[in-house]
């Protein structure tokens, strides 16, 4: 028993926070986030500390850590919150590739993803949102050596910043097919979806064909390689949601301790107090579940996926109320863009459904107790 | 991180001393739903029990062995507690918090001869001990105490009432609160008595509750009316020194405010609730198929869980010799509202079968409706949840240039116990 970082998780730490600080600080965000800047300043620096090849093994390129490793990473920019196609490339479409993957594909495309040469985004949902199989429409037909790819893609991440996609698709067998397939040019389009979300882009694939070879371990039905992919992806995204959450309790005490209105820090009104020790709750309800099911998951314990789906359960509600909770610390100066709070309430729901909503994960927890 | 509570060889050893112990010394003791079913006879066998439990240091594990504790590790007494767990028993193996955290503050704060008289009869289960603290007029704000003890020779005179005491079966001791300067400031005017319960003038009375608690030790008992009427104790009993009484109850509340939980207890009334709706059915379907069921289900899951985990933390904090300050109240929080919320979900789950103690109708022998009025009463005791909510505040310094330094505890306490 021992809850503490390793002595190389605190070097992991203490780099990723050195490189947030000097390229992602608020007003680099702020100014990323309102469209100002496109984030390709920061993108190298990023790509030069080797966090996209965390999770991939060292004979593809990569660094081979454990998830829990790569967690601390993902908390460490989730402070940002730092955004940017890392999280699709780096570790969900890595994690399918390794997943599902021939090996032919793993070591054609995890180098190029460690190395930051390839950038992908995976394209799995559609206009009736939802993650499961029954909700993928988009068709891809096999014509001679080819396969034929129609559809549209809803609410993808990360699509505009990307080389390259896997799209979920509906082989003519029934089954669900995973496409790698270029993300511009040959009938596929990413546009950029305006409003209260960061990265979500509509992916259109028009008439686009791809060789038969890009689909991905042509084996298995698709879906169980995505389901396996998303078990441990959601583990990643919910540490990325606790470090939002810990900045945003850093923002809400430090403002409970600065900010005086009659005559006094507001912090002393037992009101405001209470929206903070609310954020705090938040904070470490998600962050004890979170490391419970990595720990769990990296030591492929018993209770693994329960562990996993409670964490992304009280993780993306958390960040979500947490964001609540620290808006009405903050009231007015709050909603104010160059705080900087908006990142967070923003990134807490575009978060919120991302590889399943707390509703999702709700029931597959039902399935996991048996009930 | 490592969230495995992994045991040397030489542990193992223990543990297995341990569970062999326990089986030849445990009594037979019936599981009431109702804690005040204990009868004087159950009583008497667990305090026979604690006597046991005593003679080998393993009634308090972690305190100082020259004074009837057993002087062991964190290790050694989460052996102890696990395989006292599994007879829903805990240390001690009834109620006794006046001794639990009387102990630490003697400790703390007595003197050389108070350690040596008080600490071996509460260490080794001679005696048993209640705690005194709230009275009609005095409950969150604890400084406003009234009750009064003044000073007459070597003695004090005590006059008061205390409110929400003890148990079912009477104590040989009661750690106090009082006031003993009654013109002097706020805060400064108060003292800490282990008080004879036998002494002339103390009367005690039950209170008409809407749950009382029970003796297997953790909970708390049958709640008692504590008169005291010109009770005449030696001034040796007064504990800290006259007036300190506010900075004793830095180490009694910081003990009381959710340090003490046991990292390893399970939750009984989730593994009720999940065995009732596998095997309950409704219109011919199994309960489980029905989505409101499963939500409320998962619901209490995740809360258990969160719970579990925030006690774990705080558990593995203190393991590691890290100073906790304000992981205790908070995780005491969660505690307490969230009892609430599970007790919605099983009145979900079972309808008004959830309210119901009478033997035919009643689930898993009358613990679901008595848990159904356990989450009210939980909310109040060791600080309500404002008041939890106060510590947290004052411990994150929210609003504060500073962060509010928890109360002193003793070396053993901050490793365990």
């Given at each position: 028993m021992d809850l503490t970082l390793t002595e190389q998780q605190m070097m992991l730490q203490a780099a990723v926070r050195e490189l947030r600080e000097r390229d992602y600080t608020k007003e680099a965000l702020v100014a990323i986030d309102s469209g100002e800047e496109s984030g390709a300043a920061q993108w190298p620096g990023l790509v030069s500390t080797g966090i996209l090849g965390s999770l991939i093994p060292e004979e593809y390129?990569?660094?081979?850590?454990s998830l829990a490793d790569t967690a601390v990473i993902y908390e460490e920019l989730g402070r940002g919150?730092?955004?940017?196609?890392h999280f699709s490339s780096g570790v969900f479409a890595a994690l399918i590739l390794l997943e599902g993957g021939t090996e032919a594909q793993k070591q054609e495309l995890l180098p190029a993803i460690a190395s930051g040469e390839r950038v992908f985004a995976v394209a799995i949902t559609e206009e009736d949102y939802g993650w499961g199989p029954g909700f993928i429409h988009t068709l891809a037909r096999i014509r001679g050596n080819d396969l034929a790819i129609e559809g549209t893609k809803l609410y993808v991440h990360d699509a505009a910043d990307a080389t390259d996609l896997i799209v979920a698709t509906r082989l003519e067998t029934g089954k669900i097919g995973l496409v790698h397939m270029p993300a511009h040019g040959g009938g596929v389009a990413a546009r950029p979806l305006p409003g209260f979300a960061t990265g979500l882009c509509e992916v259109s694939i028009l008439q686009a064909s791809v060789p038969r070879s890009s689909l991905i371990g042509a084996m298995e039905d698709g879906w169980d390689v995505l389901e396996r992919a998303m078990q441990k992806a959601s583990l990643i995204l919910s540490a990325y949601q606790v470090g939002g959450l810990s900045q945003v309790f850093d923002m809400s005490l430090l403002y409970s301790q600065t900010r005086r209105q009659f005559q006094q820090p507001i912090g002393r009104f037992q009101r405001v107090q209470d929206h903070v020790i609310d954020v705090v709750n938040y904070l470490d309800s998600a962050r004890w579940t979170t490391y419970e099911a990595l720990w769990k998951a990296d030591e492929a314990r018993e209770g693994a996926i329960a562990a996993m789906h409670t964490a992304a359960t009280v993780a993306s509600e958390s960040y979500y109320y947490g964001c609540n909770s620290a808006h009405d610390v903050h009231a007015g100066m709050g909603i104010v863009r160059e705080y900087g709070l908006t990142l967070h309430t923003k990134m807490s729901r575009t978060l919120y459904h991302y590889l399943g909503s707390p509703r999702y994960h709700r029931k597959r927890l039902a399935q996991a107790l048996g009930l | 991180m490592d969230f495995d509570l992994e045991w040397t060889s030489e542990q193992l050893a223990f543990q297995d001393q341990v569970r062999a112990w326990l089986a030849d010394h445990v009594p037979e003791l019936p599981d009431h739903a109702d804690p005040a079913d204990l009868t004087a006879d159950e009583y008497a066998l667990q305090r026979k029990l604690g006597r046991e439990l005593g003679e080998k240091g393993w009634l308090y594990p972690a305190m100082p062995a020259e004074y009837g504790g057993g002087g062991m590790d964190l290790g050694m007494s989460m052996i102890i507690e696990e395989e006292l767990d599994r007879y829903h028993l805990a240390t001690p193996p009834y109620y006794d918090t006046g001794g639990r955290l009387g102990s630490a503050s003697i400790m703390v704060w007595g003197t050389d001869e108070q350690k040596e008289f008080f600490l071996p009869k509460i260490l080794t289960g001679e005696i048993r001990t209640w705690q005194l603290l709230s009275e009609p007029e005095s409950g969150s704000d604890l400084a406003s105490v009234s009750t009064s003890a003044v000073k007459d020779g070597d003695d004090y005179l005590v006059n008061g009432t205390k409110i929400f005491v003890g148990s079912n079966h009477g104590a040989e001791y009661s750690w106090m609160i009082v006031k003993?300067?009654?013109?002097?400031e706020r805060h400064k005017n108060l003292s800490w008595f282990m008080m004879?319960?036998?002494?002339?003038g103390i009367t005690v009375e039950p209170m008409d509750l809407l749950l009382v608690g029970g003796e297997r030790g953790a909970a708390s008992g049958v709640k008692n009316t504590v008169y005291f009427d010109n009770v005449r104790v030696p001034a040796?009993?007064?504990?800290?020194?006259?007036?300190n009484g506010w900075e004793v109850a830095g180490t009694h509340l910081e003990i009381e405010h959710g340090l003490l939980r046991s990292a390893v207890r399970a939750d009984e009334m989730l593994e009720r609730v999940m065995t009732y709706a596998r095997a309950a059915t409704r219109g011919g379907h199994p309960l489980t198929e029905d989505p409101d069921v499963q939500d409320a289900l998962v619901d209490f899951y995740v809360n258990s869980q969160v719970t579990r985990l925030l006690h774990f933390r705080n558990f593995a904090y203190r393991a590691q010799g890290r100073q906790l300050t304000y992981e205790g109240s908070q995780a005491y929080l969660h505690q307490k509202r969230s009892a609430l919320s599970k007790a919605r979900a099983i009145l979900e789950v079972m309808g008004p079968r959830a309210l119901v103690s009478d033997p035919e109708w009643a689930v898993a022998e009358g613990h679901i409706e008595v848990h159904q009025r356990a989450s009210i009463v939980e909310?109040?005791?060791?600080?309500?949840a404002e008041i939890q909510r106060v510590i947290i505040a004052r411990r994150l310094g929210i609003g504060r240039d500073s962060r509010e330094q928890p109360g002193q505890l003793p070396s053993t306490q901050k490793q365990g116990q």
């Open positions: 390129g990569g660094v081979g850590a919150p730092v955004p940017g196609p | 003993t300067d009654p013109r002097g004879p319960m036998d002494l002339p040796g009993h007064l504990v800290g020194g006259e007036n909310q109040h005791p060791g600080g309500t």
